[in-house]
C-alpha cells in the first residue's frame, strides 16, 4: 500500500456505520510535531490497515489529553499513546494495552534530561534559575519525570525554574534546547535517539546530562469495548508485521523492531510517581 492510500489527516467524531465498517481509524500521540508524525508513520499504518482490508484515517490532534479523549469517545479504533496517558487512561475508563513495540531490543525507554552543547551545566540541579522546556502534561519523560525529580528535592517547577513553558513535542523540545530557547529540557529517549540517527542536526547541539530510571515503553491501546473480533484481529496483524518484508522495513525506518504482548505491570512505576506527587500536593507546570 502506498501513501496514496492513506487518507489526509482529518477529524473523525462521529463517522457512519458503513465509513467505521471500511475504515481503521488511527491516531498517534503528540509525541512528536504533527508534520513528522504523519511522515514516519504514513506507511506502517497503510500496512496496518490493508492487513485489515480498510482504508487508514490517521486522526491527529494536539496534545496527548486529546488523544486519550479520541480513545475514550472511541473516535478511534486504535492509538499509540505515552505511557502517561496510558496509566491515566486506564484509570478512568479502562483503556486497554493491545501490544508494545520492542525498540533496540527493549520495551523500556528513559527520559534524558538536555542542555545546548556549549552550555556549562552539566547536571539537572544546575538548571536552577534557567528556562525549562517541558512537551505535554501528561507526558512521562517529558513531564511527570523531571516534576518528579523536584518533588524528590522538595522543588517545584515554580520555584526552581526561572520560565518554563510547553512545547508540545519532544521534537519541538529538542530543537528549543537546541536554538537557544530553553537552557534545558526532559525528553522521550526513543525519539532523541531516532532524530539523532536519522536527522541529527538539533540533536547534535544537545547533550545529556542525566537519564531517568526505564520505564515501560509508549504502548498500543485500544477502547476496552471496541469489537473482540476486530481487537483480535488488530493484535495479530501487529504481533506478526516483522514477518512481512516491506512491513519491517516500515518498522525499521521507526527503529522499530517488532511489537510484542504488553504486561500492565510494565507502567507501575509510572503510576507511582503519579502517586507519590499525588500525595505529597506537587504542583503541575
Not at 500500500?1 to 481503521?24: K, Y
Not at 512545547?167 to 531516532?194: K, Q
Not at 488488530?234 to 512481512?244: A, G, M, W, Y
Amino acid at each position: 500500500m502506498d501513501r496514496s492510500d492513506v487518507a489526509a489527516t482529518e477529524d473523525v467524531p462521529n463517522a457512519g456505520r458503513q465509513a467505521q465498517r471500511d475504515t481503521l481509524r488511527i491516531a498517534v500521540g503528540a509525541m512528536i510535531s504533527p508534520e513528522k508524525t504523519r511522515e514516519y508513520y504514513n506507511d506502517l499504518l497503510g500496512l496496518i490497515a490493508g492487513r485489515l482490508e480498510r482504508r487508514a484515517v490517521f486522526v491527529q490532534r494536539k496534545t496527548y489529553a486529546e488523544v486519550s479523549a479520541a480513545v475514550e469517545r472511541r473516535e478511534v479504533d486504535v492509538a499509540l499513546v505515552c505511557s502517561g496517558p496510558y496509566v491515566a487512561g486506564k484509570a478512568t475508563f479502562g483503556m486497554e494495552l493491545l501490544v508494545v513495540p520492542v525498540a533496540y531490543g527493549q520495551t523500556v525507554y528513559h527520559s534524558y534530561i538536555l542542555a545546548h552543547r556549549d552550555s556549562p551545566i552539566s547536571s539537572f540541579a544546575e538548571m536552577r534559575g534557567k528556562r525549562f522546556a517541558f512537551t505535554d502534561p501528561q507526558s512521562n519523560t517529558g513531564c511527570l519525570v523531571p516534576r518528579y525529580m523536584l518533588a524528590r528535592r522538595n522543588e517545584t517547577p515554580n520555584g526552581f525554574f526561572g520560565d518554563h513553558y510547553y512545547t508540545h513535542s519532544h521534537d519541538n523540545s529538542i530543537r528549543a534546547v537546541a536554538e537557544g530557547m530553553a537552557d534545558g529540557a526532559a525528553v522521550d529517549s526513543l525519539i532523541w535517539e531516532y532524530l539523532h540517527a536519522t536527522d541529527p542536526a538539533c540533536t547534535e547541539r544537545t547533550k545529556i546530562v542525566e537519564q531517568s530510571p526505564p520505564y515501560g515503553i509508549p504502548p498500543v491501546v485500544v477502547h476496552p469495548e471496541l469489537d473482540p473480533e476486530l481487537k483480535r484481529r488488530l493484535r495479530q496483524v501487529f504481533l506478526t508485521l516483522h514477518e512481512d518484508p516491506e512491513a519491517l522495513n516500515a518498522l525499521r525506518q521507526l527503529h522499530i523492531d517488532r511489537f510484542a504482548p504488553g504486561d500492565d505491570a510494565m507502567y507501575d512505576s509510572v503510576r507511582e510517581m503519579q502517586r507519590w506527587l499525588a500525595q505529597t500536593g506537587s504542583e503541575k507546570p
